[in-house]
């Protein structure tokens, strides 16, 4: 079966500026997730979707950062405006139905502010 | 606040050696346990999981990890480790009878193996 899929893999921008991450889990699955590596650490969740609804969003930073899932499906993250401390892989996953399902990640982009 | 810590940040290790990885998390209650792994070039992967029952969970690869309430541990073993391992290991936790139903990560251990 087909991966999750992230367009683009890498992304260099200046502070300030906007970025838009896309993300394609795959078919079926109902949960999709966002996640922000910053390097020398694990994957933090930024937000969780379910279906098109927001499950958590908790550790989102809300005055630049938004996401949606159009339909159900596809997903996208934006910064606006980015800032250095944004650089970091930005990870999305899905699973079948929820957190104790196995999550599938795609291979993330990289986002460098400078 | 709900966390994982994992202590060993870098191991290095020789084919053959046998490999204990540590992993804690915060606080008792129900628990959902998992580690990951990421291979070099590859996308981060489901190594097992442990929901509940016997406490020793064995994975792909002849990994294994033991689930040890009282210590609030998970951690990671292989008898006998291979070149091909050489990988980052992520554990995480999700506690399902929390508010806050999501997965937390630990900081990662990259395993080197000499050949």
């Known amino acids: 079966e087909a991966g999750v899929a992230q367009s683009p893999r890498y992304k260099i921008i200046e502070k300030r500026q906007s970025v838009a991450f896309w993300c394609n889990p795959i078919?079926?699955?109902?949960?999709l997730y966002w996640y922000q590596q910053i390097l020398g650490q694990g994957p933090k969740l930024l937000i969780q979707?379910?279906?098109?609804?927001?499950?958590?969003d908790s550790q989102l930073p809300k005055d630049r950062f938004s996401a949606e899932r159009l339909k159900g499906v596809d997903s996208t993250l934006k910064i606006q405006p980015a800032k250095l401390e944004d650089s970091a892989v930005y990870l999305c996953?899905?699973?079948?139905?929820?957190?104790?399902?196995?999550?599938?990640f795609g291979p993330g982009t990289r986002l460098t502010v400078t | 606040a709900q966390s994982v810590s994992q202590h060993n940040h870098h191991v290095i290790l020789s084919e053959a050696a046998s490999l204990e990885l540590g992993c804690n998390y915060s606080y008792g209650g129900t628990v959902n346990l998992f580690w990951y792994v990421q291979y070099p070039g590859q996308h981060l992967q489901l190594l097992l999981k442990y929901f509940s029952g016997d406490p020793l969970v064995k994975g792909i690869k002849g990994f294994e990890a033991e689930f040890i309430k009282s210590k609030f541990s998970f951690n990671l073993r292989k008898p006998s480790v291979q070149w091909s391992d050489t990988a980052e290991y992520f554990c995480?936790?999700?506690?399902?009878?929390?508010?806050?139903?999501?997965?937390?990560f630990g900081k990662g251990t990259r395993l080197h193996i000499l050949p």
């Open positions: 078919s079926g699955h109902a949960t």
């Open positions: 995480a936790v999700n506690y399902p009878r929390e508010r806050d139903d999501k997965i937390i």
């Open positions: 996953a899905s699973s079948l139905m929820g957190v104790r399902d196995e999550q599938y």
């Open positions: 979707f379910q279906n098109n609804g927001v499950v958590d």
